[in-house]
T-cell receptor
């Protein structure tokens, strides 16, 4: 069965700091990986996705994520966060042959001006 | 419509009552998914449809939960004899095809059972 672990439940950063949110999944076969974001008062939105090809994926608003197959990881990064990045971030996985997507428990990011 | 629409946005119901949660996906979207999200947790898969066919209902917690999508568009998630532990945010999402390209989520229905 597919599962996702997000190590950080709550992260507090100052503006301009660099961000890295950890995500590990548990499935040895082909996977599709996603990061979703939920801004305060809004619905979940797709931030970026990885299916195949270049393991470094760029998404909206300057976010990127790197797929490292040997580590079963898909960490989210941003070089310099802004106050507007305050949100909850969810990593998700879909493994080969399954249509449903499994989500992690989420990481709340708070950016202090 | 332009996005995924869920109604009602908020529902407070008494224990033992039945509730029906509605999801209107983006027009033309083949797949529709239901998730439940408890406070402090990530979305938990409940069930999904391709067109009108329910493909996987393995995430439904018990037989009090059911879902349908009779015409391949609007879907209803029904919870019978609600219990306090059913209180959560219920999220609906749709996707253009059955390929997992990423979902478009609705705003969710916050269900509170008192």
């Amino acid at each position: 069965a597919q599962s996702v672990s997000q190590h950080n439940h709550h992260v507090i950063l100052s503006e301009a700091a660099s961000l890295e949110l950890g995500c590990n999944y548990s499935y040895g076969g082909t996977v599709n990986l996603f990061w979703y974001v939920q801004y305060p008062g809004q619905h979940l939105q797709l931030l970026l996705k990885y299916f195949s090809g270049d393991p470094l994926v760029k998404g909206i608003k300057g976010f990127e994520a790197e797929f490292i197959k040997s580590k079963f990881s898909f960490n989210l990064r941003k070089p310099s966060v802004q106050w507007s990045d305050t949100a909850e971030y969810f990593c998700a996985v879909n493994s080969g042959g399954y249509q449903k997507v499994t989500f992690g428990t989420g990481t709340k990011l708070q950016v202090i001006p | 419509g332009a996005g995924v629409s869920q109604s009602p946005r908020y529902k407070v119901t008494k224990r033992g009552q039945d509730v029906a949660l509605r999801c209107d996906p983006i027009s033309g979207h083949v797949s529709l998914y239901w998730y439940r999200q408890a406070l402090g947790q990530g979305p938990e898969f409940l069930t999904y449809f391709n067109y009108e066919a329910q493909q996987d209902k393995s995430g439904l917690p018990n037989d009090r939960f059911s879902a349908e999508r009779p015409e391949g568009s609007i879907s209803t998630l029904t919870i019978q004899r609600t219990e306090q532990r059913d209180s959560a945010m219920y999220r609906c999402a749709s996707s253009l095809s059955s390929a997992p390209n990423g979902y478009t989520f609705g705003s969710g229905t916050r269900l509170t059972v008192v």
